[in-house]
């Protein structure tokens, strides 16, 4: 049977609500605090990452690379309602299948941190990307190719 498990973001105070305090659906859905703006409801993916560690929505993950030199993508795990597939997946993924199952079975990821108390690191990994592969995609689209 599926593990069905939820954690909890306190925009107030900062933190998770209590690592280990077991968290049902019926309580989470039935309390006040889950319902408004105060707190972010994150849902269990279903997935471990290659230590184990479970993979919950709002997750910063690492793309295992290949070799040690190689500079590891970062993603942000997101619940997509887009389209005709709903899952979760990796913003940003560009890929055509999905791209949890994708990096899953070739390399893996690791959970690095989440999004709430790791948001650099998803800074870190769009500065990387800019300014050369956005001026080269808009060279692209008003010329036509590559400069």
Do not use: C
């Not at 049977?1 to 049902?24: A, P, Q, T, Y």
């Not at 190689?70 to 055509?96: C, M, S």
């Amino acid at each position: 049977m599926r593990e069905i498990k939820f954690r909890v973001w306190d925009n107030e105070e900062n933190n998770f609500w209590g690592e280990g305090r077991s968290l049902s659906l019926v309580s989470l859905v039935s309390d006040s605090l889950v319902n408004d703006d105060s707190t972010v409801l994150e849902q269990y993916t279903g997935l471990k990452d290659k230590n184990g560690v479970d993979i919950y929505e709002g997750d910063i993950v690492a793309e295992i690379t290949q070799f040690d030199d190689d500079e590891p993508d970062i993603y942000e795990i997101v619940y997509n309602e887009d389209g005709h597939y709903p899952a979760f997946d990796l913003k940003g993924w560009t890929g055509e299948v999905n791209g949890i199952s994708e990096l899953s079975l070739t390399y893996g990821i690791e959970v690095v941190g989440n999004i709430h108390e790791n948001a650099d690191l998803l800074v870190d990994d769009i500065n990387r990307m800019m300014p050369d592969d956005i001026g080269n995609d808009i060279h692209e689209f008003l010329h036509g190719g590559d400069k």
